[in-house]
């Protein structure tokens, strides 16, 4: 089975960096994957690792250490159309399945 | 390139009803996902589908609930004799046919609301 976690809510202010982490305890890993969603609407693909490092693109990053069971998505330049929930999802060995943690939802202030 | 459709957007039903949910995959995607998310939770896995075969269903519930995709046609989310508490927003996702590296899509889902 799959476990992830990541904080339920955090609050960052307009031109500022964050960094929202989550965690992962797996049976099989095949790419971790993050999405936004703000209320209403649908996930949107952000990025995904399956080899531990940097994946860099634009104002957006994450990073994975598959030893660790650990990723985290750094937004910088924060803007407040970001806020909404970020989405932590880890695929299974198959390579089929999506398991989601519960989601960050990020609050930018001015 | 048309991304993941899925129709209704919004649907009401009296409890009792039947609620069908349809989504049409991205061009080239041969896989489909339903997820489900209930008010301000996370998504949970329902199902997984390729065409005409049920790959994984282990999240859905055991009974009212079915799902289908066709040689033709889209995948469709059936939910017999809705209760309150099927209430939820419905995400249909799909990928490629190879599952190494592939990117998963979502849909705009379907919100369901049972009176």
């Known amino acids: 089975g799959q476990n992830i976690d990541q904080p339920t809510e955090m609050t960052a202010t307009e031109g500022a960096i964050v960094q929202i982490n989550c965690t992962y305890q797996?049976?099989?890993?095949?790419?971790l994957f993050w999405y936004q969603q703000h209320a209403g609407e649908a996930p949107t693909f952000l990025s995904y690792?399956?080899?531990?490092g940097l994946e860099e693109k634009g104002r957006f990053s994450s990073f994975l250490s598959r030893s660790k069971g650990y990723s985290y998505l750094l937004l910088k330049e924060l803007q407040m159309k970001d806020s909404a929930s970020y989405l932590c999802?880890?695929?299974?060995?198959?390579?089929?399945?999506?398991?989601f943690g519960g989601g960050t939802r990020l609050m930018v202030k001015p | 390139n048309a991304g993941v459709m899925q129709n209704p957007r919004h649907l009401v039903r009296r409890r009792g009803q039947e609620a069908r949910l349809r989504c049409s995959p991205m061009?080239?995607?041969?896989?489909v996902y339903w997820y489900r998310q209930l008010p301000e939770e996370g998504l949970k896995f329902m199902v997984y589908?390729?065409?005409?075969?049920?790959?994984?269903e282990s999240g859905m519930p055991k009974e009212r609930f079915s799902a289908e995709f066709p040689k033709e046609g889209p995948s469709i989310l059936r939910i017999q004799q809705v209760v309150r508490g099927d209430s939820a927003a419905y995400f249909c996702?799909?990928?490629?046919?190879?599952?190494?590296?592939?990117?998963?899509?979502f849909g705009e889902g379907s919100w369901l609301t049972v009176v």
């Open positions: 589908l390729q065409k005409e075969n049920i790959i994984d």
């Open positions: 797996t049976s099989g890993f095949n790419g």
């Open positions: 690792n399956v080899l531990d």
């Open positions: 061009k080239g995607h041969s896989h």
């Open positions: 999802a880890v695929r299974d060995r198959a390579g089929n399945m999506l398991t």
């Open positions: 996702a799909s990928s490629p046919p190879s599952s190494s590296g592939n990117t998963i899509y």
